[in-house]
């Protein structure tokens, strides 16, 4: 094995000035977590870098996990070596080895953190680079563009070596940005906009409205599905509310103002989030929404539905287009089960032309007219049920009656 | 005497089921009792439970849980594999192939192809029961649509060149590849994807698991025509109302037989050598297949077989029932006839010999002290017979 190590990079944490110390202890505790199945591994932190010793672990799937992990910037496998010449220079030699083609080019790139070091960088990067030319006839160097770029990195203790820089999640560490809601509806933007502000830095907690039995249990489990996968990336149990949405929504549809139904609801919906949030100490909403996507995502109806909320609704699909957003979720795994076909309640008693620019007055109107509704709205929090998710198969409380372990004890 | 009280070595004919796949079936019978198509939470459960019985499935034979169908049985995914795949392609062409010594529910399928029209060629196997890949080289054509080879043998044990055929058929997206594994699974390896196998049978029982449950691997792409038509079930393959208890029981026995295998394989090779040379030993006898390991006529390492010429092999099992053993003649399901073995004949046994066979094959539960107890009692049961043999057919 060329490579014994793991450079981590972590990315905009290294901004934040005073809260560093804090913010890379919890990045430390976070990729200790993430990588918790190898425990053949070492972990060592130095200002603003990680370093993980593989031990006997492989390469490869270790660093598979490390893609997901948020607040990393980027890593490299490295070699660790002596911080002398000697040492640094036949480590270099075998990195270059482990490359399977035999003919190409590279360039050495020396950064000589420890001032200490004898000799200075461009002084370096000659006797390095003359070093593996001697001994691999068929590399040739190439300053400006080459195949290989051969970096060595001199600190006090030790010396590295690499090449390849693998990007990272990039991002803050889970939860070091605060905690907000958000709404998970079971559909492909939900789930992405949730991943964005994860990798954000907030914890989150998800939300999801059911009409059941308008809808069927078949889309709970799809959320719950798409919760468990999300929970993978936040690396602890992930909370999923489910909100009883049903009364509230037939109660809406009997106001008989189709072309605003979905107005309606949504408003209801941001008020019944905003008390889960409050109780979850969130101070902010995250949806969905991509703007003109649908009728309820106009500027129009952002605007008359987002004025329920007290709380900042972040909308971190707001700019993009839907084919970034199916690409994101094909990458982040929540595209397969998003596109299952199960009715979620904002499928149900879709109006033929929904209002695209709903007039404020006449919504709150329609509202005032419905005095129960503060009432609902409040029995609805009340019965929301709420699951803690890992992305193992384990869910609890699981609403559905074998339990877990006896049905796992019959395969 | 009680059948838990008998020596019993008819494995490949039936297993005893596992305890945890009673309680699984039990279980599953009394609790889950909905329609798996209901839309009830009820059906819900049930329909959970059949999804995780084929992910098991998928996982446990490395391949996608999308590709397996739950049926009856080896009968039925044997049926609905040659009869489904050939009614659907058979505009690309009326040419089958199929091996000498298959299980009845593979031959009479082909049987019943050929009385419709369609050409089949059968391949003649060795004198150790084992079909020769250059054979089914030559028999292919640009015709040919179908080659159904099984990977065990259920009479005498021998194990056919799956990899080799496969290889064959690699090129030949348009000849699709069956095989029978109901012999085999859990006692060897079934690589089935990297064969390049398009149909595959399991067969429940035959690995602890309960009767009336089985599997057929279809793969993904290959279409078949379904044979029994209703509801729509199994993707309209196979309509009818699942048998969630037994699907479920069947995916534990999968995952008890598959996940020990390997130990499996050796324990039994162990016994089988030991229960071989005992028998090869006996006056009268003939060992089906070799009787040393050879990499050139694989066995499994399941069952032994053996002829006696001139004797009457219910005689055998019989007596050797009055001594507390369970052994087979032929193959359970055609040993109520008395003619000779198809695949007897088809290795080259005369008549005598081909209507003489006994077939042991055996289980988890049995050792080393079980083996010796069976030899002896067989022994006994020789010597007492021997006598009566008829005199044309003497040696």
Redo the contacts between chains.
Sequence with gaps: MTFDHILIRLGEITVKGRNRGRFEAEMLKQVKHALRAFPGLTFIRTYGRLYIALGNEPYEPVADRLKDVFGISSFSPVKRVEPELQAIREGALAVMRSFPQREATFKVKVSRRWKGFPHDTMAMNHLVGAHVLRNMPNIKVDVRNPDIELNVEIQEHHAYVYCEVVPGAGGFPYGSNGKAVALLSGGIDSPVAIWMAMRKGLEIEAIHFHSYPFT???AQ?KVVTLAKKLSHYAGKPFRLHLVPFTDIQTRLAQSKQDHLIITLMRRSMLRIAQQIAQRAGALAIVTGDSLGQVASQTLGSLNVIGRTSELPLLRPLIAMDKLEIIAMAKRIGTYETSILPYEDCCTLFVPKSPATNPNLRVVEHIERAIPELPEMIAKAVEETETMELVPDDSAHPVP???AVA??N??? | MSMQSMLYFDHSASSPPKAEVIR?VS??ME??YANPSS?H?GG??AR??LE??RE?AGRLLDTDPSEWLFTSGGTESNNLAIFGAVRRYRNRGRHLIVSSVEHPSVAEPFRALEREGFRVTVLPVGPTGHVDPADVEAALTDETILVSVMHVNNEVGAVQPIAEIGKLLKDRPRTLLHVDGVQSVGKLPAPIREWGVDLFTISAHKFGGPRGAGWLYVRSGVELEPLVRGGGQEGGLRSGTENVPAI?GA??AL?LAIESQPEREERMRRLRRRLAEGVAAMPGVVLSGPREDDPRAPMAPHIVHFCCPGLKPEVIVHSLEELGVFVSTKSACSSKDDKPSAVLLAMGRDAACAASGIRISLGDEHDEAAVDALLERLEAVLRKLTPLRRKEERH
């Design positions: 069927s249990k078949e489990d559905s009656a074998p006896e049905e004890d019959w395969f | 699984t279980e599953v609790r889950i839309l939470q819900a459960e959970k439970l995780r019985a098991q479920v995916a534990k995952r």
